[in-house]
């Protein structure tokens, strides 16, 4: 998988306004659409000292909200930071647009925005096998096959895994199921 | 007249009543001993507000040395044009952070950037409460480029701010002239006949914007969240209705119609710690 970096820290230090929000998102979704299918963008937070809500929702929750209606195809995001607290202007305003996204810390994984306890078991299952199926992943989760399917959707449509269809069994499609993070 | 010897958050309304209910055409502040910022930069826009009525409002402004000299380092009579009879010599030391014009967006960054330096400069804050006050110095000044004039009708809604410290807390105010919280959340179609109390109400305790787009608004209502998380005390005034809240408690309160939205923060300086 083709992943590129994108700092923050580049437009400085402290951040900062919906007016640099947005013009630091024009760099971003054009670093997002210089990308093959299935490539991914790192933002990073490190260098950072302050990000605002504000600039948050303007270049990460918007450039997002384009990344889940599909506006870019199969590529994904994910953000990495040297402290929660630094992602807390993300989170907050994922959260506000019903979004979720991975956020990397010290080499490892949580979801911030929004987040329930059905969507992060699941997500770890798969992070944690890299590849799976609806099959499987049913079985291990102790879940009806329909439960399981509404989970993997859920996280599909909001990136956070991809999905491809790989046969049926009676009605019911089966997938196989991909991390979108390297392994 | 007035015979306020404190000029606060707490007193400033008996002044706006007096000019803008009674009409009277002089005030009298020569007994003033103390002159917080929110008071400072609501005298500045009352005087303002007045010129441009077409009937300039007389001040007696404070005879204590002390008070002169900090109403005239933290530039008010430059800002509201006026000739301080016989101003007292400028002493900038008592001034944390003089009067300064909160314009467009784009300069916003900077001016956080001064007001950071200055607080920098006087207090070893710790990693976290310099972040915590530069992102809301951050939110509320892009307000007033936000939302000051989102009708495009106001000239000139005279965005200001200033700030200071005191031996127990850091007081941060930020005031302008322009339509308010409720001409700006009027815009928003269903809010149309919203009150100032309602406006002020929904958008600190639900967050409303009068954006429709989901990740817009709710940054007052968190800011208010850190406000009473750190003891502090916090004012939202606009149109004819004032949000108060300190450590004790607060509440919506009725006070005289004045444009735009004025806003104040005192934090406890022990919630700034120091380094290390």
Redesign the interface.
């Known amino acids: 998988m083709h992943v590129e970096e994108f700092r923050i820290a580049q437009f400085g230090s402290r951040l900062g306004t919906r007016w640099e929000g947005e013009r630091a998102r024009e760099r971003l979704e054009s670093l997002v659409r210089s990308l093959p299918e299935e490539g991914q963008v790192r933002l990073s937070l490190h260098g950072l000292e302050v990000l605002s809500t504000s600039f948050a929702d303007e270049l990460v929750g918007k450039a997002y909200q384009r990344v889940v209606d599909g506006e870019f195809g199969d590529r994904t995001m994910v953000l990495e930071t040297p402290s929660r607290e630094l992602a807390e202007g993300v989170d907050v305003k994922l959260a506000q647009r019903r979004l979720a996204m991975l956020c990397l810390r010290d080499e490892r994984w949580e979801l911030i925005g929004l987040d329930t306890p059905a969507l992060s078991e699941t997500l770890a299952r798969i992070l944690d096998k890299g590849q799976t199926t609806t099959r499987e992943l049913a079985e291990e989760l102790g879940l009806q096959m329909n439960a399981c399917v509404n989970r993997v959707a859920r996280l599909a449509e909001l990136r956070l895994v991809r999905r491809r269809k790989i046969g049926m069994k009676g009605p019911q499609d089966i997938f196989e199921i991909h991390s979108i993070l390297e392994a | 007249m007035t015979e306020a010897t404190r000029l606060t958050i707490e007193t400033i309304d008996t002044v706006l009543e007096q000019v803008i209910e009674r009409e009277a055409d002089t005030v009298d502040l020569r007994g003033a001993r103390f002159v917080d910022p929110h008071a400072l930069l609501l005298l500045a826009l009352l005087v303002l507000e007045c010129d441009e009525a077409g009937r300039p409002l007389r001040v007696d402004w404070p005879t204590a040395p002390a008070v002169r000299r900090w109403m005239t380092a933290m530039g008010l009579f430059a800002e509201i044009g006026a000739a301080a009879s016989s101003p007292p010599p400028r002493d900038a030391s008592s001034a944390l952070q003089p009067i300064t014009a909160i314009g467009c ?2 300069g ?2 900077r001016i ?2 001064g007001f ?1 330096h200055r607080l920098a400069d006087r207090y070893p804050l710790t ?2 409460s ?2 915590t006050l ?2 809301m110095m ?2 509320l000044f ?1 307000n007033i480029p ?1 939302h000051s004039n989102a009708t495009g009708r106001i000239a000139d809604p005279h965005g200001i701010s200033a700030m200071q410290d005191y031996e127990d807390s850091i007081f941060l105010a930020i005031a302008d002239k322009g339509v308010g919280l409720r001409g700006s959340l009027r815009l928003r179609p269903g809010y149309e006949g919203i009150s100032d109390a309602q406006a002020l109400d929904r958008i600190l305790r639900e967050g409303l914007s009068r954006f429709s787009d ?6 007052l209502k ?1 800011i208010v969240g850190v406000v009473r998380s750190w003891d502090g005390a916090f004012a939202l005034r606009s149109g004819s209705a004032l949000l108060y809240f300190d450590e004790h408690g607060g509440d919506i309160y009725d006070v005289p119609a004045f444009p735009g939205v004025q806003l104040a923060v005192r934090l406890p300086l022990r919630r700034f710690g120091a380094d290390g």
């Open positions: 967006e784009a916003i960054g956080v950037e950071h990693e976290s310099r972040r530069t992102a951050i939110e892009q936000h989901a990740g817009r608004g709710g940054e968190r």
